[in-house]
């Protein structure tokens, strides 16, 4: 089980919830739970790295964020994905896709 | 954009504080409540699932604080309560702030001032192309290694060199300005016709000079300076084209030169016309009058040029050789040529300046230091309720670094003030011969060391303290507040900066006493005239020509029967030159019936009137002083200085003998009828050269000083002697009326030496004061942490007079440590300084054993003060004490 940012390899938790985000808007708990079930409970963030990362992609001026209503009628704040952030998450995951084949060609190649 | 945003976002949460801190309340919180919902979902109690969501995921309180703590803003806002608390500090505390503000500013502003004169003078470029490719080229003989050049020799010089891209000459003259409201004296510089190409400078308006114009013969132009456009022509744009009147000859105005232009060489020219009418003395290969500069080609170095330079001087005396042997060439840097003078005293008052800085930042840091020990406890407490050490150290960055800023800031302010000051004590003749310091200012040097010095500061501030507290445990604070085995260290660390400043001080003072003593010694030099009650004024008469001969001489006559009879009048006199300006102009004479050898027998040659030298008060040793018939029909005599009848006529009886001299190409001959006792004729701090007089009467000079002896104050007959000349003949040109006083104190020697004794002797003083206040404060400081034990001391009886004497006796210590080290350093700075005394000598024993007697003295009297006070300390009350 991996918890801590620095686990998870440096720069991708900004991708995974842009990832997570482009589906649909969804609050932080929401988020949460969605990449601990794509990833099958291997990446469970803690709520401090979690916020500190919607901070950071709210000042980046990839998402924003709207307090609603949830299905339970609690008020919880969404994050949207914006434009900005559509583009980022399709150049970083192009990149991602050629980083992950380069790497493994090395490891294949010995 | 993104920028923007966080920017506005972290503005958001440093303003709106209350509102965010809410909304991620708010957020965290329900983010946790679902967490829990779910675990509750599978079967959990409300408490164990918040527990363990607590586990999983992290605290409420310590999720928000990891995000606030994410952004820049909070970063800023430790920052600023950092300031806040610093500033309080200081609030809380004037008395030191203030003191150590002051300090600072002082040894700040008095090296930033500094400094700003050495960047102009040492440090930019001359304003002229490619700088470091302009050579000084001159010829070079056994006595001078710089001498001038003589036409024929730039002539060939130029015609025969290959390392230079061009080779000019220049050479000062004054001239006889004719206006409408009668003539005025105005200094020109005569150039040879590519001066100003070779040194990369083009005229603002009109043109540079053409080549016929720089031929002999050519026409009379003339390119103005900039300020004698301002000046004489209203800086009108037609000025170019018109013609003014020099010397009695019509000149054409060609061309205005830049306002940035200057040539520290020419002082304050005003008129430059091209070399183009040559006197017959001028046309002669023997008369060195021009002064060479030159532009190296690209890739030859100083070195390689010398070696041509000199090479072609050795064929010119192959093929010439009526000159001597001893000729050479010299080939230096301009800069070299026209900095030469100020760098030594540049770079010691740099040096003083430094040493002062060095004292003020020991000085703060020992009050930083103070006041972190009183503050020790306040750190133990915030080190045991958990501030980090990082935390701390920030802190104390904070204080030094404001501390500095603030030093800096007043440093700075004083500065201008201090820079306006020292520009207003510059002679303004003096000012026009130093055209770099213009560019006294603030600039990127001068910015950047403000700033370096100021972080210097900041970061010693910053290290003293923690440094000093980092080296104990946070425990040690909290048990027993001051009286631990730290303490003595800090006194020893206290002791050893107080010696630092005492020897910087002993430093400082050592080279006031010299230098004030090689002023004194400057200002006593024998004159061998009475340079009291005396007033001159130079007269320049603008019709010349031979026809006008006899009319000079009635004019002398005219003028001294004049002004002889004016009220308050007890002499007059007229001579070439007053004394104690220069060893110019100097002739080189031969004797007849000896044997010759082309030496060059180099003497000051002045021309003076009858009644001259006895107007002086020089003393007449052998024969007589000159008549008044004795005028250019008759047979023509000369009167010596006994330095010329010694080194020339050793053993002999000189007068009735002959000395000779080629002026304007023909021979002639004197017979000597005199001997005065030695008129100093050059400056104050050179030796006594060998002069000759000759009768003004006889060489009918066109421009000559008056020199009158006044019954009382000397500066008020000055306006009387310009009117009455005025009366004598308005188109005569009357100018630089001076007592002989100001004089011989406006000569370059007396100002630079008047100049760094008063500014070392300013350092020093600071200096001192700053090393006592150092000691007293240290020393004071001791005893106050020391009373309970002096307390005992006295309680188990102890003596008052014993009390006082530990004290001082400890105290000594240091000042014999600050003292030896000082005198030490001393030798070494003194050493340095050699070129810059003046008849005293750089071990000078009665100095160095005056300033340590002073400072022993003076730094003792400081401890004493805080001894008695520990003295007066009643046992019962020093018990209590805390």
Not at chain 2, 346 to 351: R, S
Request: overall charge positive; charged content about 20%; aromatic content about 8%.
């Amino acid at each position: 089980m991996v918890d801590k940012p620095s686990d998870l390899v440096q720069g991708t938790l900004d991708m995974l919830i842009l990832k997570t985000l482009a589906l649909e808007s969804m609050h932080g708990y929401g988020i949460a739970v969605r990449l601990e079930q794509m990833s099958k409970g291997v990446f469970r963030l803690n709520a401090g790295s979690l916020f500190v990362a919607f901070q950071r992609l709210q000042r980046a001026g990839l998402v924003r964020s709207e307090w609603k209503a949830t299905e339970n009628s609690r008020r919880a704040k969404y994050y949207v994905l914006t434009d900005q952030g559509r583009k980022r998450l399709n150049s970083e995951t192009r990149e991602w896709g050629r980083q992950v084949a380069a790497i493994a060609r090395i490891l294949e190649a010995s | 954009m993104s920028l923007l945003r966080s920017l506005s976002d972290g503005l958001r949460s440093l303003f709106r504080k209350e509102q965010v801190n809410r909304e991620l309340n708010e957020e965290v919180n329900s983010f946790l409540e679902m967490a829990a919902e779910e675990k509750r979902k599978q079967g959990m109690g409300r408490k164990q699932a918040l527990r363990a969501v607590r586990l999983e995921r992290g605290s409420l309180e310590g999720t928000k604080e990891v995000v606030r703590s994410a952004g820049w803003e909070s970063y800023a806002e430790t920052v600023g309560r950092d300031l806040y608390f610093a500033l309080r500090q200081g609030r809380k505390n004037p008395g030191f702030a203030l003191s150590a503000v002051v300090v600072l500013a002082l040894g700040m502003g008095v090296s930033l001032t500094i400094f700003r004169f050495v960047d102009a003078a040492l440090l930019q470029p001359l304003p002229y192309a490619s700088p470091e490719r302009l050579m000084s080229v001159n010829e070079s003989n056994a006595e001078s290694p710089r001498w001038p050049l003589s036409y024929p020799d730039y002539l060939d010089w130029q015609r025969l060199n290959k390392s230079f891209r061009s080779l000019d000459i220049y050479n000062g003259s004054g001239y006889l300005l004719q206006t409408r409201s009668g003539a005025t004296a105005v200094q020109g510089e005569r150039v040879s016709g590519g001066f100003f190409q070779t040194l990369g400078v083009r005229p603002m308006l009109g043109r540079d000079f053409s080549p016929d114009e720089d031929r002999p013969g050519g026409p009379n132009v003339a390119i103005l300076s900039y300020g004698a456009w301002l000046h004489h022509f209203g800086a009108r744009r037609d000025a170019v084209g018109l013609t003014v009147n020099l010397d009695n000859a019509a000149y054409t105005i060609i061309g205005v030169l830049p306002r940035s232009f200057s040539f520290a060489r020419a002082g304050a020219a005003e008129f430059w016309v091209p070399i183009n009418t040559l006197s017959p003395h001028e046309q002669m290969r023997t008369f060195y009058n021009f002064w060479g500069i030159g532009r190296l080609r690209d890739g030859v170095s100083a070195r390689e040029a010398l070696a041509e330079m000199s090479a072609i001087s050795k064929q010119l005396q192959m093929q010439f050789p009526t000159s001597d042997r001893s000729e050479g060439a010299s080939v230096v840097p301009l800069s070299e040529v026209i900095l030469g003078d100020v760098r030594p005293i540049l770079l010691t008052l740099l040096g003083g300046a430094g040493l002062l800085l060095l004292i003020a930042c020991v000085n703060v840091t020992s009050l930083v230091l103070v006041r972190s020990e009183n503050r020790r406890r306040e750190i133990a407490v915030r080190g045991a309720l958990g501030a980090s050490r990082s935390r701390l150290v920030r802190q104390f960055a904070t204080e030094g670094l404001l501390l500095a800023a603030f030093g800096g800031l007043s440093g700075v302010i004083f500065a201008d003030w201090l820079t306006k000051i020292l520009w207003r004590l510059v002679p303004k003749d003096m000012a026009a011969d130093m055209p770099f310091l213009a560019g006294v200012g603030w600039n990127t040097h001068t910015c950047t060391f403000a700033i370096a010095i100021a972080w210097m500061a900041a970061v010693l501030f910053t290290a003293a303290p923690i440094l000093r507290l980092t080296s104990q445990q946070p425990g040690d604070g909290l048990v027993n507040g001051d009286r631990s085995s730290a303490n003595e260290l800090w006194q020893r660390l206290g002791a050893r900066m107080v010696a630092v400043e005492l020897a910087v001080a002993v430093v400082l003072l050592t080279g006031a006493g010299l230098l004030g003593q090689s002023l004194y010694r400057l200002l006593h030099v024998p004159l061998g005239f009475d340079p009291d009650h005396l007033a001159s004024v130079e007269v320049g008469v603008s019709a010349t020509g031979t026809e006008k001969n006899q009319q000079t001489v009635a004019l002398y006559r005219e003028i001294l029967r004049r002004v002889s009879s004016l009220p308050g009048v007890e002499s007059a006199g007229i001579s070439s030159m007053v004394p104690v300006q220069c060893n110019c102009p100097v002739d080189w004479i031969t004797f007849p019936g000896r044997p010759f050898h082309g030496e060059h027998n180099t003497v000051d040659e002045r021309h003076v009137s009858a009644d001259y030298l006895t107007m002086l008060k020089a003393t007449l040793v052998r024969g007589r002083f000159f008549t008044d018939t004795e005028d250019a029909s008759k047979p023509k005599v000369v009167v010596i200085n006994q330095a010329l009848a010694q080194r020339y006529f050793p053993g002999q009886d000189p007068l009735g003998q002959r000395i000779a001299d080629y002026e304007g190409g023909r021979r002639s001959e004197r017979e000597i009828v005199g001997v005065v006792a030695d008129v100093r004729e050059g400056p104050l701090d050179s030796d006594i050269w060998p002069a000759e007089y000759f009768s003004i009467n006889e060489t009918q000079d066109p421009y000559f000083s008056l020199t009158v002896r006044t019954r009382q104050d000397a500066g008020a007959m000055l306006p009387l002697l310009v009117s009455t000349l005025h009366q004598i003949d308005p188109d005569l040109g009357a100018f630089h009326e001076m007592t002989m006083k100001e004089q011989i104190e406006d000569t370059q020697t007396a100002l630079l030496h008047h100049f760094s004794a008063w500014l070392v002797g300013g350092f020093a003083a600071m200096a001192l004061i700053l090393g006592v206040v150092g000691q007293y404060g240290v020393v004071a400081y001791s005893v106050s942490r020391r009373t309970r034990e002096i307390g005992v001391r006295m309680a188990l009886g102890a003596e008052r007079r014993g009390v006082v004497l530990m004290i001082v006796r400890q105290a000594a210590r240091m000042v014999t440590l600050g003292v030896v080290v000082g005198l030490l350093a001393s030798l070494g700075v003194s050493r340095l300084m050699a070129s810059m005394l003046f008849g005293v000598n750089s071990y000078d024993p009665l100095t160095f054993v005056a300033v340590a007697v002073i400072l022993a003295a003076v730094a003792l009297a400081a401890c004493y003060i805080p001894a008695r006070r520990a003295a007066r300390v009643d046992p019962m009350v020093a018990l209590r004490y805390e």
